[in-house]
């Protein structure tokens, strides 16, 4: 199972990487804290819990997209990205390693910021954490392979966000839904379905984002 | 190539006069809906124009999975163009629904109308769309990227229909209602001629647009050989 | 081992590469030389499949797992150790007897004692060197070489002389440089990229 192997390598390297620079998971931790602090004065004194509930779901994307935009720095600095794709591998594998860092980043960023929101604003349950599992799988996934794309683009760091955003709605959708709504059920169901499709999706294309 | 571009006259043509029967008989001959009196017939436009726009947005996936499947530069081409067409129907179905808006309701937009925020995300995903294409140095490139994420958004379109329903379960609660239109015969004859002049203004429009690209293309290639 | 018809390769209106036809037969030893902007290093990218031409064909009889390539970047991680890196990229090119390959490579091209230290502590020279060890790691059949010898100090250019005299014949050897004459006896084909535009 060489292609599994080939993505433990290279998402060994990523998480080495990140060890080594300790530049991406610090600033994500203290972003999403900080957002969350934002969010209180940004609440209006007869806010619900609803609505602190729904800004949740803004904190995690954004620091997600701060996140992606350095997921693929260091292969963008120094055209690594080239190394990497002339190896024999597959390169979805790179794709799925490099989304397993970020999911790995996320998950580290989230387990910061779901209790700072229980401590902040209020109470988190199962359902909840559920909901954050399942978005961060899709965040990941189609995170990663628009981070590849404005990669190899000029403006970068100014076009992720704005090939995220859109396709990070249902997302959303999907989170605040599982979080406020009566039947969570329906929106967890969402989220997979969302996941299942840009997943593979995503892993079938990264391949012609990488190549030419 | 030639430069006399004869399918896009026949079909600018066919446009024109599929566009000018349909409209009239929309405001002249077909009868007033039960519900919604005289300013239902926006419905016309409106509805004709959006399913063009879904239209434009699959055909440009469609060359998008041509692109890459065979590798063909001509299919970059005719992507773009089909996206750029779908994104002017959308902004036109956004003005419309917006004008329909105004008039059965009295605002200029309204949460709960499904297609028009359907539309406003789509439009946001395929303005990022040419974002992305005019931040990118033209190549192989470019194009397979274009075509990945033309590929996405076509996807994306149930998934947010989807995702803006489920959203109505938590949002506030929309006032605003409309009745679907009860068709009456009648009523879905113009709606159908409506709807063929639009697909055929598309066509024209896609057909001419490409023309001129091609023609550019060729142009700097010839200026480049001269060079 | 390649053949290109009418290549050529445009970045955005600009045309790098224009109609160039080529062949390097097995063991061939191609220097490629020309003045910036004359696309040697377009052209080796081409050949790694890194690039796709805009126009004509290019054939390359080896798959991605037999090409090395060196490109003007390293391609080394700049804060993973030698050793790390190599042993990256030693798993993706999938060599056998990994650890020892990369024993014998950084021996020989005097990297050994810093094997445990990060690429960002190197000089100039020790990176090119490392970068040689990447491309050679896997034993490639067609060697892919675009100014190998800049940055080089020359202890190491001495090193990789010697290589690419024990490799000639033996491998496909496409090199670009600027000092031609030094490879003019390894040489079993030349191309002006200058004169062929």
């Given at each position: ?212 | ?37 005289f300013s239902q017939r926006i419905f016309y436009i409106h ?135 009860q068709m009456a015969g009648s009523m879905f004859f113009v ?37 | ?197």
């Amino acid at each position: 199972m060489t292609y599994f192997g080939d993505v433990a390598a290279l998402a060994r390297k990523d998480l080495l990487l990140e060890l080594r620079s300790r530049d991406t998971l610090p600033a994500m931790l203290l972003f999403v804290v900080s957002t969350l602090v934002v969010f209180h004065f940004a609440l209006p004194a007869d806010s619900s819990d609803v609505a602190a509930g729904g800004l949740l779901w803004v904190a995690i994307v954004f620091t997600a997209l701060l996140g992606l935009t350095r997921a693929f720095a260091a292969e963008r600095e120094q055209r690594l990205l080239d190394g990497l794709v002339l190896a024999p591998c597959d390169r979805s594998a790179i794709w799925l390693a490099k989304g397993a860092s970020v999911m790995a980043f996320l998950l580290l960023a989230e387990a910061v910021a779901l209790p700072a929101f229980a401590l902040f604003f209020a109470p988190v349950d199962v359902t909840l954490v559920a909901a954050v599992l399942l978005a961060d799988i899709g965040i990941a996934a189609v995170g990663t392979l628009l981070a590849a794309m404005a990669a190899a683009s000029r403006a970068r760091e100014l076009l992720l966000p704005l090939l995220f955003l859109p396709l990070a709605i249902p997302v959303i959708v999907g989170g605040v839904g599982a979080t406020v709504a009566d039947e969570p059920a329906r929106y967890l169901g969402f989220l997979a379905l969302y996941d299942l499709l840009f997943a593979i999706l995503s892993w079938a294309s990264f391949e012609y984002v990488v190549t030419e | 190539m030639s430069l006399r571009n004869n399918r896009g006259v026949a079909l600018a043509s066919t446009a024109a006069l599929l566009l000018l029967a349909g409209i009239s008989l929309a405001f002249f001959w077909v009868p007033d809906d039960v519900d919604q009196g005289f300013s239902q017939r926006i419905f016309y436009i409106h509805v004709p124009v959006a399913l063009t726009a879904y239209a434009c947005f699959g055909w440009g996936a469609w060359k998008a999975l041509r692109l890459l499947w065979t590798g063909e530069v001509r299919y970059d081409l005719e992507s773009y163009t089909a996206v750029h067409m779908g994104v002017i129907f959308g902004i036109l179905t956004l003005v419309t629904g917006s004008i329909w808006a105004r008039i059965s309701w009295g605002v200029w937009w309204s949460w709960g109308e499904r297609q028009l925020v359907l539309f406003l995300v789509l439009f946001l995903f395929y303005s990022a769309y040419f974002m992305l294409r005019y931040s990118t140095e033209p190549g192989p490139r470019r194009e397979r990227m274009s075509a990945v994420y033309a590929l996405f958004g076509v996807v994306l379109i149930p998934v947010s229909f989807l995702a803006i329903r489920l959203a109505e379960g938590f949002i506030h609660p929309t006032v605003f209602t409309r009745d679907g239109p009860q068709m009456a015969g009648s009523m879905f004859f113009v709606f159908c001629v409506c709807f063929a002049g639009t697909l055929a203004l598309a066509g024209a429009l896609y057909a001419n647009e490409l023309l001129g690209k091609r023609v550019d293309a060729s142009l700097r290639e010839l200026e480049e050989a001269r060079a | 081992m390649i053949a290109a018809r009418g290549l050529e390769r445009r970045f955005g209106s600009k045309r790098i590469l224009r109609g160039l036809d080529l062949d390097v037969g097995d063991r061939d030893f191609l220097v490629v030389t020309g003045p910036n902007g004359s696309g040697k290093s377009t052209l080796l990218g081409l050949c790694a499949g890194l690039l796709a031409p805009t126009g004509g064909t290019i054939d390359v009889a080896a798959d991605r797992g037999e090409i090395g390539y060196l490109a003007h970047e390293p391609l080394v991680y700049r804060e993973l150790t030698a050793l790390e890196n190599l042993d990256l990229y030693g798993r993706l090119y999938r060599v056998p007897e990994r650890r020892e390959r990369i024993g014998m490579l950084l021996e020989r091209f005097l990297l050994w004692e810093a094997r445990h230290e990060r690429v960002s502590a190197f000089s100039r020279g020790m990176v090119q060197r490392l970068a040689l060890c990447r491309a050679l790691l896997h034993e490639p059949r067609l060697l892919l070489l675009d100014e190998p010898f800049t940055g080089l100090d020359p202890a190491g250019a001495t090193l990789l002389d010697a290589e690419l005299e024990a490799l000639r014949g033996a491998r496909t050897i496409v090199v670009s440089t600027h000092e031609p004459d030094r490879l003019r006896e390894l040489a079993t084909a030349r191309l002006d990229l200058a004169r062929a535009a």
